[in-house]
């Protein structure tokens, strides 16, 4: 070795052991507590807070240079409920000499416990560490000597022993609402660019409401600049949440996954993802591929055998208790986006639930416009064995044909249109298209065809021998209180066509109906249906105005040559009454509740019935019976299985209270003029009708020896009962007894009108003697005796 080398190096071995015990003197004189005054004073000055350094300061010098801090404070900004902003119970940070000599920094664990933090926001928007913030934002002074960085620091060399923070709480008050987030523990292992590390982490969560989420999660990682490169490998986390505000009281998932960044590929990738919930599994992975321009990406989501009565029972999630085999559910999807390029080029989501299987497709030509298209699959299902299966039952409980879709829609920022409807609903034809526009305040549109539809396979009915037992009265009033809705109506905007080929309504049957309705917010909802049904046609018009804090309910009903009798057979099971009808019905109500919609019920309506009968009663046959018996105590009802026919039937009701009070009835049939009036109580579902048909003279009549007595006279009948069983009444004793009456009137009138006209005469005669002359008295032939009774005469 050269005598140069030889000097200079004991000249560095002499600096050495000289900066040695420069460092020893230092780590035994000086006594960092003597201090604290000066550190809490500078503090004070460039925050204007206060610093409590209530424990000891350690200072260690070699082969570490370090710190040890306890119990320090720093108070909260004035006007704020807690007092101490922050509080930290231990705080350690350690930093290695000798390696700096080589330009590397080699820390020691950084731990720090018993972190305490206190976050504020008022009312009015001010937080407890805007001054902080502001004192950060004030403009740095210039040094008095600017200091000259001669070297650098290469990141590759920096190492730290871990990071550990335990025991952390903090508070946010926001208003009056408080967040705790405490129990905060994050530990990694030693901390060294390109070398893996792992990391593991706890926290909970307290909420306003109570509700405690713990967090836990653990993963081992790593880092490099080269690239750069990172990676998280066998990431697991567990998320728990317990409270009233919890389904089942306590729930918990679980997540697990891998992932990666280089950026030298300009990849990513996320790998091996699960997600567990009451041991359901759904499966995921994500690619991206050139994330520097293109940004490809590849997502695919999986579950496979999901048990999804298992998971809504875990979440309190009612489900019927008659309810059969739930199947499993099995679903894909698969997205490939350019998000680079604005779009995703392709979706494809795949749900198998059972004996349902639908694919839906969709691609967004631009992400930022929200613009796209898609494409809506469902196979065909019976649809109403299905959800009978999963304890749903849709109407009748039997199959009513398939059900399969098929639509394509496309979607706009504002808009989005099903530009095809096609497919079958319960074996019928099903075709049109629909659109939803505005979604803030929703425009709907739709123009649909269906070849055929039975109302009752869907929301269900009774049928023609239920409704021939009536409603209860229970059940009755139920429906009375139930409240109208009407808020979809207040802000509807709505134009639709609906065309029927078929429609069953509970048996009734039309043929080619016509369903529009057109409404604007503000505005009444109007709706028309016009149909053919029974030989003739069916117009309906309705309003419904919602603006009001009543709503108002309004009907015109126009029907033509309506056969009634099949109308009513098929309709209520019962066809007591036949002929071609037409009639006009104007009709408003107004309430919130369903009794008071009927209660408030007024209009009125103009009927004609021709070449009827009404069925099951013979009014000919009740009359004789009842004038037979117009003897007894009581007149009774003689019904029989005959009918009454009639020519026509005209009247009028007018609709009050929800009662129809019976106008103007007239008509005709060869044995009677009708005529009455009364009363029809829809609410009850009850016939108070009094009839006065007049009997007509005619060759049956006037040679029937008991209908005889009757003719021209106005027979009392009573028509009572169900709407769809009237019951009637004839009674004959009072019209009886008047006519006896009246008969023993004519009688003495015309015994007096003959002995008046006898008077008469005899007075006449006697006046008449008593003006001619007298004469001779002459002598009396001898008469014979006469009778005594011609005598008194």
Same mark, same amino acid.
């Given at each position: 070795?050269?005598?140069?080398?030889?000097?200079?190096?004991?000249?560095?071995?002499?600096?050495?052991?000289?900066?040695?015990?420069?460092?020893?003197?230092?780590?035994?004189?000086?006594?960092?507590?003597?201090?604290?005054?000066?550190?809490?004073?500078?503090?004070?000055?460039?925050?204007?807070?206060?610093?409590?350094?209530?424990?000891?300061?350690?200072?260690?010098?070699?082969?570490?240079?370090?710190?040890?801090?306890?119990?320090?404070?720093?108070?909260?900004?004035?006007?704020?409920?807690?007092?101490?902003?922050?509080?930290?119970?231990?705080?350690?940070?350690?930093?290695? +000499?000798?390696?700096?000599?080589?330009?590397?920094?080699?820390?020691?664990?950084?731990?720090?416990?018993?972190?305490?933090?206190?976050?504020?926001?008022?009312?009015?928007?001010?937080?407890?560490?805007?001054?902080?913030?502001?004192?950060?934002?004030?403009?740095?002074?210039?040094?008095?000597?600017?200091?000259?960085?001669?070297?650098?620091?290469?990141?590759?060399?920096?190492?730290?022993?871990?990071?550990?923070?335990?025991?952390?709480?903090?508070?946010?008050?926001?208003?009056?609402?408080?967040?705790?987030?405490?129990?905060?523990?994050?530990?990694?292992?030693?901390?060294?660019?390109?070398?893996?590390?792992?990391?593991?982490?706890?926290?909970?969560?307290?909420?306003?409401?109570?509700?405690?989420?713990?967090?836990?999660?653990?993963?081992?990682?790593?880092?490099?600049?080269?690239?750069?490169?990172?990676?998280?490998?066998?990431?697991?986390?567990?998320?728990?949440?317990?409270?009233?505000?919890?389904?089942?009281?306590?729930?918990?998932?679980?997540?697990?996954?891998?992932?990666?960044?280089?950026?030298? !590929?300009?990849?990513?990738?996320?790998?091996?993802?699960?997600?567990?919930?009451?041991?359901?599994?759904?499966?995921?992975?994500?690619?991206?591929?050139?994330?520097?321009?293109?940004?490809?990406?590849?997502?695919?989501?999986?579950?496979?055998?999901?048990?999804?009565?298992?998971?809504?029972?875990?979440?309190?999630?009612?489900?019927?208790?008659?309810?059969?085999?739930?199947?499993?559910?099995?679903?894909?999807?698969?997205?490939?986006?350019?998000?680079?390029?604005?779009?995703?080029?392709?979706?494809?989501?795949?749900?198998?639930?059972?004996?349902?299987?639908?694919?839906?497709?969709?691609?967004?030509?631009?992400?930022?416009?929200?613009?796209?298209?898609?494409?809506?699959?469902?196979?065909?299902?019976?649809?109403?064995?299905?959800?009978?299966?999963?304890?749903?039952?849709?109407?009748?409980?039997?199959?009513?044909?398939? !059900?399969?879709?098929?639509?394509?829609?496309?979607?706009?920022?504002?808009?989005?249109?099903?530009?095809?409807?096609?497919?079958?609903?319960?074996?019928?034809?099903?075709?049109?298209?629909?659109?939803?526009?505005?979604?803030?305040?929703?425009? +709907?549109?739709? =123009?649909?065809?269906?070849?055929?539809?039975?109302?009752?396979?869907?929301?269900?009915?009774?049928?023609?021998?239920?409704?021939?037992?009536?409603?209860?009265?229970?059940?009755?009033?139920? +429906?009375?209180?139930?409240?109208?809705?009407?808020?979809?109506?207040?802000?509807? =905007?709505?134009?639709?066509?609906?065309?029927?080929?078929?429609?069953?309504?509970?048996?009734?049957?039309?043929?080619?109906?016509?369903?529009?309705?057109?409404?604007?917010?503000?505005?009444?909802?109007?709706?028309?249906?016009?149909?053919?049904?029974?030989?003739?046609?069916?117009?309906?018009?309705?309003?419904?105005?919602?603006?009001?804090?009543?709503?108002?309910?309004?009907?015109?009903?126009?029907?033509?040559?309506?056969?009634?009798?099949?109308?009513?057979?098929?309709?209520?099971?019962?066809?007591?009454?036949?002929?071609?009808?037409?009639?006009?019905?104007?009709?408003?109500?107004?309430?919130?509740?369903?009794?008071?919609?009927?209660?408030?019920?007024?209009?009125?309506? =103009?009927?004609?019935?021709?070449?009827?009968?009404?069925?099951?009663?013979?009014?000919?046959?009740?009359?004789?019976?009842?004038?037979?018996?117009?003897?007894?105590?009581?007149?009774?009802?003689?019904?029989?299985?005959?009918?009454?026919?009639?020519?026509?039937?005209?009247?009028?009701?007018?609709?009050?209270?929800?009662?129809?009070?019976?106008?103007?009835?007239?008509?005709?049939?060869?044995?009677?003029?009708?005529?009455?009036?009364?009363?029809?109580?829809?609410?009850?579902?009850?016939?108070?009708?009094?009839?006065?048909?007049?009997?007509?003279?005619?060759?049956?009549?006037?040679?029937?020896?008991?209908?005889?007595?009757?003719?021209?006279?106005?027979?009392?009948?009573?028509?009572?009962?169900?709407?769809?069983?009237?019951?009637?009444?004839?009674?004959?004793?009072?019209? +009886?007894?008047?006519?006896?009456?009246?008969?023993?009137?004519?009688?003495?009138?015309?015994?007096?009108?003959?002995?008046?006209?006898?008077?008469?005469?005899?007075?006449?005669?006697?006046?008449?003697?008593?003006?001619?002359?007298?004469?001779?008295?002459?002598?009396?032939?001898?008469?014979?005796?006469?009778?005594?009774?011609?005598?008194?005469?």
């Amino acid at each position: 070795m050269s005598p140069f080398l030889k000097k200079l190096l004991f000249v560095l071995l002499a600096l050495v052991v000289l900066l040695g015990g420069a460092l020893a003197v230092v780590a035994f004189t000086f006594d960092p507590n003597d201090y604290k005054d000066d550190i809490q004073a500078q503090v004070k000055k460039h925050t204007g807070r206060d610093l409590t350094l209530s424990g000891p300061l350690e200072l260690s010098v070699f082969p570490w240079l370090g710190v040890e801090a306890n119990a320090l404070a720093l108070s909260n900004a004035a006007g704020f409920d807690d007092p101490e902003f922050a509080r930290i119970e231990h705080l350690e940070a350690r930093l290695r +000499l000798l390696p700096l000599l080589k330009g590397q920094v080699e820390l020691g664990k950084i731990a720090l416990h018993g972190l305490v933090l206190n976050l504020q926001r008022k009312a009015d928007g001010s937080s407890n560490w805007d001054d902080l913030a502001g004192a950060d934002e004030a403009e740095p002074t210039e040094p008095d000597d600017p200091v000259e960085v001669r070297g650098e620091v290469d990141v590759q060399d920096l190492s730290i022993a871990g990071l550990e923070l335990f025991d952390a709480r903090l508070q946010w008050r926001d208003g009056d609402q408080v967040t705790v987030v405490e129990g905060l523990n994050l530990e990694t292992g030693p901390i060294r660019l390109g070398e893996p590390s792992t990391l593991a982490l706890s926290v909970m969560l307290t909420l306003a409401d109570k509700t405690q989420l713990e967090l836990k999660a653990q993963t081992d990682w790593q880092f490099e600049l080269d690239g750069p490169f990172a990676r998280v490998d066998q990431f697991s986390a567990t998320a728990s949440a317990r409270g009233d505000a919890v389904p089942g009281g306590e729930q918990q998932i679980a997540l697990a996954l891998s992932a990666a960044y280089n950026g030298k !590929t300009q990849t990513a990738a996320v790998s091996d993802g699960e997600l567990r919930f009451v041991d359901q599994l759904v499966t995921f992975s994500a690619q991206l591929d050139e994330l520097s321009s293109a940004q490809k990406a590849k997502f695919d989501l999986k579950g496979s055998n999901v048990d999804v009565r298992r998971m809504a029972k875990a979440l309190d999630v009612a489900l019927p208790e008659e309810s059969g085999h739930w199947p499993n559910l099995n679903f894909a999807l698969q997205a490939d986006a350019s998000l680079g390029n604005d779009r995703v080029e392709a979706t494809t989501l795949d749900i198998g639930f059972g004996e349902l299987k639908l694919t839906a497709k969709a691609a967004l030509a631009s992400i930022a416009n929200q613009t796209g298209s898609g494409s809506i699959s469902l196979k065909p299902l019976d649809l109403h064995a299905y959800l009978a299966a999963l304890g749903y039952p849709v109407g009748a409980p039997k199959s009513a044909g398939p !059900t399969r879709l098929d639509m394509t829609y496309a979607i706009a920022p504002d808009r989005i249109s099903i530009e095809k409807i096609s497919g079958q609903l319960a074996g019928e034809a099903l075709s049109g298209k629909a659109s939803v526009a505005q979604f803030d305040k929703p425009q +709907l549109r739709a =123009n649909l065809d269906l070849a055929g539809l039975t109302v009752s396979d869907w929301v269900g009915g009774e049928d023609a021998s239920e409704k021939d037992s009536g409603a209860s009265s229970s059940s009755a009033g139920d +429906l009375n209180s139930m409240e109208v809705p009407m808020d979809w109506a207040r802000d509807l =905007n709505l134009t639709a066509r609906v065309q029927i080929s078929r429609l069953n309504a509970y048996g009734v049957k039309f043929r080619d109906v016509r369903w529009t309705a057109d409404a604007r917010p503000g505005t009444p909802v109007k709706q028309q249906l016009v149909a053919n049904a029974y030989g003739g046609q069916l117009a309906l018009n309705n309003s419904i105005d919602a603006s009001k804090p009543k709503p108002v309910l309004g009907v015109d009903l126009s029907a033509k040559a309506i056969g009634l009798g099949d109308f009513l057979q098929d309709g209520w099971g019962s066809r007591w009454i036949t002929g071609t009808t037409e009639l006009g019905l104007n009709l408003q109500s107004q309430g919130a509740t369903v009794g008071a919609m009927r209660s408030s019920a007024s209009g009125e309506a =103009n009927y004609k019935l021709k070449d009827g009968e009404v069925q099951g009663i013979s009014l000919v046959d009740l009359v004789r019976k009842a004038s037979a018996l117009a003897g007894g105590s009581k007149a009774q009802a003689a019904q029989s299985g005959e009918a009454t026919g009639f020519s026509e039937l005209v009247g009028r009701f007018l609709i009050q209270s929800g009662k129809l009070k019976v106008q103007d009835l007239g008509g005709n049939n060869p044995w009677f003029k009708f005529g009455g009036d009364g009363f029809i109580d829809v609410l009850a579902g009850q016939f108070d009708l009094k009839l006065a048909p007049t009997l007509l003279e005619n060759p049956t009549t006037r040679n029937d020896k008991t209908l005889s007595k009757l003719i021209g006279l106005a027979i009392p009948v009573e028509i009572s009962g169900p709407l769809t069983k009237p019951q009637f009444k004839v009674n004959l004793e009072d019209v +009886l007894k008047e006519k006896a009456r009246a008969e023993l009137r004519d009688k003495v009138d015309e015994k007096k009108d003959e002995l008046k006209d006898k008077l008469n005469d005899k007075l006449t005669d006697f006046f008449r003697k008593q003006q001619q002359p007298k004469s001779e008295p002459q002598q009396q032939p001898k008469t014979t005796p006469q009778p005594a009774q011609q005598q008194q005469q």
